[in-house]
């Protein structure tokens, strides 16, 4: 049962943007969603899931230094909805992105997440 609901992905060019949304598909998840901070990660080819920006519901805001400056991470509690808007593009940013919970003990299992690719 999947819990997390990640969109938006897509080939574009360097300098391009996308927006991604993640939905809390369940009752548990939206409640998480909506009390816990919650993340967005990716997972590029060969390479460990990292952490890309998080917020808490008072809209505080953290971001890993590759992303800082180009992406923005906000949270909709009310559509149960987190989202990235990713701008200036680059190719190190392809990966597979996903959300859930920032803290370990509050996340749901993995969904499919949603594939970025960015050429250069």
């Known amino acids: 049962q999947v819990q997390f609901v990640e969109s938006g992905g897509g080939s574009v060019q360097a300098g391009g943007s996308l927006r991604l949304s993640c939905v809390a598909s369940s009752g548990i998840a939206r409640i998480t969603l909506s009390i816990y901070p919650m993340a967005w990660y990716r997972q590029a080819p060969g390479k460990q899931r990292e952490l890309v920006a998080s917020t808490d519901n008072r809209g505080s805001t953290n971001y890993a230094d590759a992303v800082k400056g180009r992406f923005t991470i906000s949270r909709d509690n009310s559509k149960n909805t987190v989202y990235l808007q990713m701008n200036s593009l680059e190719s190190e940013d392809t990966a597979v992105y996903y959300c859930?919970?920032?803290?370990?003990?509050?996340?749901?299992?993995w969904g499919q997440g949603t594939r970025v690719t960015v050429s250069s």
């Open positions: 859930n919970a920032l803290t370990p003990t509050r996340q749901m299992p």
